[in-house]
């Protein structure tokens, strides 16, 4: 008689799974660009990704979110973050592979690419400590506007050693950014910052409040203010070069929907040293470069956790039994699968067709910025839109063993949203597509890549054309923006499917994406797609 109380038809511990090489939507979107299939660094990130040594660490590292002690036992004002040892273990891989800002000082090829890969795959692991990561790569292009303070602190920024001592910048061995831009009163719209900064010399004191300053335990932080001459971007240390903290009053972290692992703030700035960076005037212009780099890290997180929610989605469904076979077996299930997998695919090709774009950019192609330009406020809509969907999809492919936390499916759906609205939510994205488009390069850039692809599909072809006549009344279309950006980015991502992925991929993506024969939720893939061939796919 068989025991009733024995664990029976449960899947496995994900584990062992090497998340690059394992990969193969990863690999066909990097190969057109570079051939980094055998890079020992990716292959040492996927692996480490995969094991139960990285995934014992995502749980508690959001279980025991961080805590703000904001005095000593003696009443003094220190303004500290603790974070539980799984933070800095992940944290000291992260920067130990280079993914903060290691591609900026790179003579190797195509550094930001294999950086956007490492970024994505190690993002699988836990996504929260990703935003101090992220925020260090972003402030480098950024810094590079004033010479003086780029030889401070981008050596510095671009070092691979994880460093938390409380130190002025140059006594440590490595060091990590933030930012400060937005205002109660003002949201998205920075230039209603009430921050001011008033010129002592070479300095600036800073006074005023932000409503979200991200990753307070860091080093050094790009602030938005309001200067004599209009709102500018300055430079603001936590500890000074005399070893003196500067004044960085943390008010309270914020109690997240998501993201609980990563600290995010509310600062108060009271005769705040600042350092300006750029004119004074020009302080989004200048902070721009950050933003647009942070952007790109959003598409590939919100990438990554659309990978990660398929793969657990897919490990489940070949492990569980149910009606006499297999979950995988079953055409219902197949078709969500393979429909969650064409999705993620999709992100992953677009993903790293940008990461790609940032190093021909860095190489002085033009028409690769013109791409950046246009494509990414497409991708950190559509991408980072699609997400939450997703994720919630692949949640319910497990049932009740997807809702509990030890899941770690409950973890993912609720950083699911936070992609797209950090860094300018849908509107903004969407806005700023129309604003692209009022440059003859960005539409040119587009139709180029899109263009790619033409002759290939007939139904592509048609969507490109529909764009088009879209197009014709661009002004005055505020309205449709975002069924115009949404378009937009799926005929970029079924151009890049069409000429890299599988045909059973790019056609299942067609059909359903563009030619309308999809029933609009996960799982009503045409009838006649190969669900077993693209589910087989995901993990090998």
Request: glycine content about 8%; hydrophobic content about 45%.
């Amino acid at each position: 008689m068989a025991d009733p109380n024995a664990v029976t038809n449960q899947a496995p511990p994900l584990q062992g799974v090497n998340f690059f090489t394992r990969d193969a939507a990863l690999g066909a979107a990097l190969r057109p660009y570079a051939d980094l299939a055998d890079d020992p660094g990716l292959v040492r990130i996927g692996e480490l990704a995969g094991s139960q040594e990285a995934l014992s660490h995502a749980l508690p590292a959001n279980q025991y979110p961080p805590v703000l002690r904001t005095h000593d036992r003696y009443g003094n004002r220190i303004d500290e973050v603790e974070f539980h040892p799984s933070w800095h273990w992940l944290m000291e891989q992260a920067v130990g592979f280079g993914l903060q800002a290691a591609p900026w000082t790179s003579d190797r090829p195509s550094p930001h690419l294999t950086r956007a890969a490492g970024f994505y795959v190690w993002s699988q692991v836990e996504p929260g400590h990703g935003c101090p990561i992220s925020m260090t790569y972003a402030a480098v292009p950024a810094l590079r506007a004033d010479e003086r303070l780029a030889a401070e602190w981008v050596p510095q920024l671009a070092a691979t050693q994880y460093d938390v001592r409380r130190l002025p910048g140059a006594a440590k061995r490595g060091v990590l950014a933030g930012m400060g831009m937005t205002e109660k009163q003002g949201g998205s719209d920075v230039r209603a910052n009430l921050t001011t900064a008033t010129p002592t010399g070479e300095e600036y004191l800073l006074n005023g409040h932000k409503w979200f300053c991200s990753a307070p335990q860091v080093d050094v932080f790009l602030v938005l203010a309001q200067a004599p001459d209009g709102l500018s971007c300055f430079v603001v240390p936590r500890v000074l070069a005399d070893g003196n903290r500067n004044t960085f009053a943390l008010q309270r972290l914020k109690d997240k929907l998501g993201n609980r692992s990563n600290a995010s703030s509310e600062v108060e700035f009271h005769n705040t040293i600042g350092y300006r960076l750029g004119d004074e005037g020009a302080g989004v212009r200048t902070i721009i470069e950050m933003v647009a780099a942070t952007r790109l890290d959003c598409v590939l997180g919100s990438a990554a956790l659309q990978r990660r929610a398929l793969v657990e989605a897919t490990w489940h469904a070949q492990h569980r039994s149910a009606f006499g076979s297999l979950l995988v077996d079953k055409p219902a299930m197949q078709n969500v699968l393979a429909d969650l997998a064409i999705e993620s695919e999709a992100a992953t090709a677009l993903a790293m067709r940008l990461a790609a774009a940032v190093d021909a950019s860095a190489s002085g192609d033009e028409r690769a910025g013109a791409f950046r330009r246009i494509a990414l406020p497409l991708a950190k809509f559509w991408v980072c839109k699609r997400t939450s969907f997703m994720v919630a999809e692949a949640l319910e492919c497990l049932g009740g063993n997807g809702f509990v936390e030890e899941s770690g499916l409950p973890l993912l759906f609720r950083e699911s949203p936070l992609n797209s609205i950090w860094e300018g939510s849908g509107n903004v994205n969407a806005l700023d597509v129309l604003r692209a488009l009022r440059r003859p390069e960005s539409l040119e850039a587009w139709l180029l890549e899109v263009g790619a692809a033409q002759g290939a599909d007939h139904r592509l072809d048609a969507a490109v054309s529909d764009v088009l006549q879209a197009l014709s009344d661009i002004e005055g279309a505020e309205a449709g923006a975002r069924r115009l950006a949404a378009r937009m980015a799926l005929c970029l991502q079924a151009s890049l499917l069409v000429r890299y992925s599988t045909p059973a991929v790019a056609d299942a993506f067609v059909a359903s994406r563009l030619a309308g024969d999809w029933g609009g939720v996960f799982g009503t893939l045409p009838r006649t797609t190969p669900f077993r061939e693209i589910v087989e796919r995901t993990i090998g």
